[in-house]
């Protein structure tokens, strides 16, 4: 399997960014996805993921209310929709998805079997 992430870039602060996943080599649309970032000096952290139940969860209320998660399963694709964003969500924004995930590990970086390479976000003006 191999995750495709893209849409990262440059924004002002308050702009929006989709970031899209796209996975190649089998079908992900049963498998736990989620996003991570890494900010400079920071350690990989979680952002939003999707169980395989369905259900989503963010890292933080202020992401609940700023980011959105989805599938597109015709796609094979993830997306995270970013709004209101800020210079501290500036970061590397990577892909996983694993279809051994359970929703209790849904945060856990080590669940998730297949990455993306990542994608650059900066907020910035």
């Known amino acids: 399997v191999q995750l495709q992430a893209s849409g990262g870039g440059l924004v002002h602060p308050g702009g929006s960014l989709r970031l899209s996943c796209a996975a190649s080599?089998?079908?992900?649309?049963?498998?736990?996805v989620a996003w991570f970032r890494q900010a400079p000096g920071m350690e990989r952290s979680f952002v939003a993921g999707?169980?395989?139940?369905?259900?989503?969860?963010y890292a933080t209320d202020s992401m609940k209310g700023r980011f959105t998660i989805s599938r597109d399963t015709a796609r094979n694709t993830v997306y995270l929709q970013m709004g209101s964003l800020r210079p501290d969500d500036t970061a590397v924004y990577y892909c996983?998805?694993?279809?051994?995930?359970?929703?209790?590990?849904?945060?856990?970086?080590?669940?998730?079997?297949?990455w993306g390479l990542g994608t650059q976000v900066t907020v910035s003006s």
């Open positions: 999707i169980n395989r139940s369905g259900g989503r969860k």
């Open positions: 996983a998805a694993g279809p051994s995930v359970i929703a209790s590990n849904l945060e856990s970086q080590n669940a998730y079997a297949y």
């Open positions: 080599g089998r079908t992900i649309s049963r498998d736990a």
